[in-house]
């Protein structure tokens, strides 16, 4: 168990609907990731908060976003849901906010299904 | 493009045997590697990492091996197990706040 809580496990939604996902970081972590993760990819970084803070941005899109709450969980929510978007979405948490040492932490991860 | 990748996307090893998983990366400016395995349904689960200033590292039955003279990181594990049996990433990062960027990943397959 790495800490790192993510809810729902699975959800199953149609097109042009919006979702959120949580997780709640490690206890301490001030540092939260976000990752997607589709069948013919790798791990792709889509947005980095610390502290509550926006601090990095990778491929996400427009019609994603998230913030951190000042309990520092974090939600990432997505609209007008297409096909595409179908993947797993992975948080994970670090204590600080620079990548440079230290493993990040994942949670299970939220499978999204989009019909 | 993606900065880190991998040679293989499957690789089927003995029980027993020695295993050998290859990444290649073109950041130069990478100074922290790290690989992770995945297990079916989980998530990524950090195995061991390296920064630039060494060559080798070792864990328990892992070990890291990095030439940065040809951007190349290689993970060994010994005497493979059927808990092996997973996908592992290996990711960089320049240091910066951008988290880690991973290849596809390689599917260790073990036979019994």
């Known amino acids: 168990d790495s800490g790192v809580t993510q809810t729902p496990k699975h959800l199953i939604t149609a097109t042009g609907q919006r979702v959120t996902l949580r997780c709640s970081p490690r206890?301490?972590?001030?540092?939260v990731y976000w990752y997607q993760q589709s069948l013919d990819q790798g791990l792709q970084f889509l947005i980095q908060?610390?502290?509550?803070?926006?601090?990095a941005k990778g491929n996400i899109l427009e019609r994603f976003s998230a913030q951190q709450f000042p309990d520092l969980h974090s939600e990432l929510n997505l609209s007008s849901l297409e096909l595409g978007d179908s993947a797993l979405y992975f948080c994970?948490?670090?204590?600080?906010?620079?990548?440079?040492?230290?493993?990040?932490?994942f949670g299970e991860g939220s499978r999204l299904t989009v019909l | 493009g993606e900065s880190v990748g991998l040679h293989l996307p499957t690789l089927s090893v003995q029980e027993g045997d020695n295993s050998i998983i290859n990444c290649a990366y073109s950041?130069?400016?990478?100074?922290?590697f790290i690989w992770y395995k995945q297990e079916s349904g989980k998530g990524p689960q950090f195995i061991i990492d390296?920064?630039?200033?060494?060559d080798k590292r070792q864990g328990q039955r892992v070990t890291v091996l990095l030439n940065k003279t040809v951007k190349h990181l290689s993970l060994q594990i010994a005497a493979t197990q059927p808990g092996d049996s997973a996908v592992y990433f290996c990711?960089?990062?320049?240091?910066?706040?951008?988290?880690?960027?991973f290849g596809k990943g390689t599917h260790l397959i073990i036979q019994p």
């Open positions: 908060y610390y502290n509550g803070e926006e601090r």
């Open positions: 950041n130069s400016a990478s100074d922290y």
């Open positions: 994970a948490s670090r204590y600080g906010g620079a990548m440079n040492t230290g493993e990040l932490f």
């Open positions: 990711a960089e990062s320049s240091g910066g706040a951008d988290g880690l960027t």
């Open positions: 390296i920064r630039s200033n060494m």
């Open positions: 206890s301490g972590d001030l540092s």
